[in-house]
């Protein structure tokens, strides 16, 4: 393990920190995975990990008392870095939140304390405000309960410059990695000038990198290279940065975050210019997930339609890739989003994305579907007298199109026959109840006249494979919703 200077703190951290945030209720809620996170803890100890950040918050409450029966069983030197809540509070209530984080993780003081979450400098005021945060960390640090005032920043890098320069913390943690560099970089070195620790979380955009391996490829040296990799050895390479900080879940990735740490190669100013090149405006605001903005009055989940969102700006603002995405979060969006336009939301992004505007983006993608929807239909549906109709490939992609037929028009009010080519959903009522699927080969049997190919990746090979029929009085037909808004032209 490599280790740092915090900045003028004297101590010295594995430049690999464990994050806490990403534990999963299945984990947490239950004896047994808590004793399963706690061991995770105890081994990333063990192979040299001595930085552990969390919150009271984290895992709906339970986090530090995983952490405290963690720290009990590690042999080597460890830190706890925690934070306060929002700057409402005041000095009374962060001493209350220390001497409980305290009770709870067993521990005598806290190492690294932070001022959470500041995103512009209107609530750094509100943070260092007489009687405010700040004043409550400050006296409990002259009790000896806290070794470090720090904050944690989600603002520019002209304001990390201009908190840094106050003297108020003694390190950051900020938001920074290959997505967003070129944007708080002037923070980063403000931070290195003053001798401040700096810590960095989100290195890999909260997910965003490794679930776009091949947008992020430029930041490959060589072929054999892994993206995420690359992207974590991105910050723990530069010299400013004392601590990078990696949500681990698993053993595999406790092992596979050290094991690029160690081979860490050290990006050149040369290669860091390059990858700057391919850093656009748009990627400034890529949401990393984390969360803070939910709360919409109106039942919206802004985190989720913010994150598949990042899909669309990704792929050269291509409506196919936010629908795909947003489908692996939850149902396909049928109706637009009933955003009032109040602003709750923004207020607490931390990446400072225009929420409200990027719904009204989402809104009319939402409204043009709909319309190719209808027109999908119509061209597969419409005009049917004495047409018996046949949909082949009885999948996921055949449930929604029925679905979406019923959902305009009441009801399935004529007979459809089902068929595919694979063993396991042949025999079966895979698309609706009651209908069997049928094999290829009783298509001509069943007398059908319009074939549906319900896969619109796969419709020249399917097509192709059934060219024959064409010759028997069966007209095929493409569903898809897809090709028409290849141009976004209305965003």
Excluded at 161 to 179: D, P, R
Aim: charged residues 30%.
């Amino acid at each position: 393990m490599i280790y740092k200077d915090y900045g003028k703190t004297g101590k010295k951290v594995s430049v690999i920190g464990f994050g806490t945030s990403r534990f999963r209720p299945e984990d947490y809620n239950s004896e047994e995975g808590r004793e399963k996170l706690c061991n995770l803890l105890v081994k990333a100890n063990d192979l040299g990990i001595n930085y552990f950040d969390t919150w009271d918050a984290y895992g709906d409450g339970k986090c530090e008392e995983i952490i405290g029966q963690a720290f009990k069983r590690m042999k080597n030197e460890h830190f706890i870095a925690t934070k306060t809540h929002d700057s409402f509070f005041d000095a009374d209530d962060v001493r209350r939140r220390i001497d409980s984080s305290l009770q709870k993780m067993g521990v005598e003081k806290i190492n690294f304390y932070h001022m959470w979450r500041i995103l512009d400098m209107d609530q750094f005021y509100a943070y260092t405000r007489k009687g405010g945060p700040y004043e409550g960390a400050m006296k409990a640090k002259e009790e000896g309960l806290i070794d470090h005032i720090c904050f944690s920043a989600h603002c520019s890098g002209e304001d990390i410059e201009k908190i840094v320069s106050t003297g108020y913390f003694e390190g950051v943690l900020m938001g920074y990695n290959v997505i967003n560099f070129k944007y708080r970089e002037k923070g980063l070195i403000a931070a290195e000038e003053k001798g401040l620790g700096v810590g960095i979380m989100n290195p890999l955009g909260g997910g965003v990198v490794p679930q776009n391996q091949e947008y992020f490829s430029f930041l490959k040296e060589n072929e054999e290279d892994e993206v995420t990799d690359s992207a974590l050895r991105f910050c723990t390479s530069q010299e400013g940065i004392s601590v990078v900080l990696s949500g681990m879940t698993n053993e595999e990735e406790l092992l596979r975050n050290i094991a690029a740490v160690d081979n860490r190669e050290v990006f050149s100013k040369d290669r860091i210019e390059r990858i700057k090149l391919k850093i656009g405006e748009k990627l400034n605001t890529i949401c990393n997930g984390c969360k803070y903005c939910r709360g919409c009055p109106k039942g919206i989940e802004p985190h989720h339609l913010m994150f598949a969102f990042n899909s669309y700006l990704l792929h050269d603002n291509n409506p196919r890739y936010f629908f795909e995405e947003i489908a692996s979060w939850e149902d396909v969006p049928h109706k637009t989003y009933d955003c009032i336009g109040c602003g709750a939301c923004e207020k607490k992004c931390s990446q400072h994305i225009e929420i409200r505007k990027n719904i009204g983006l989402i809104n009319k993608m939402i409204e043009r579907r709909q319309s190719n929807i209808k027109a999908g239909l119509e061209r597969c549906f419409g005009n049917r007298d004495g047409e018996t109709i046949g949909i082949y490939a009885a999948g996921q992609y055949a449930k929604e199109m029925l679905r979406n037929y019923v959902e305009m028009n009441g009801s399935i009010d004529f007979d459809v026959f089902f068929f595919d080519s694979n063993p396991k959903v042949v025999g079966t009522d895979a698309v609706l109840p009651g209908n069997m699927v049928y094999s290829a080969d009783k298509i001509e049997e069943k007398g059908i006249t319009r074939l549906i190919i319900a896969s619109e990746k796969y419709y020249d090979e399917i097509s192709g494979r059934l060219k024959y029929l064409e010759g028997k009085g069966v007209t095929f037909v493409k569903y898809t919703i897809g090709e028409q808004y290849k141009k976004p032209d209305l965003l």
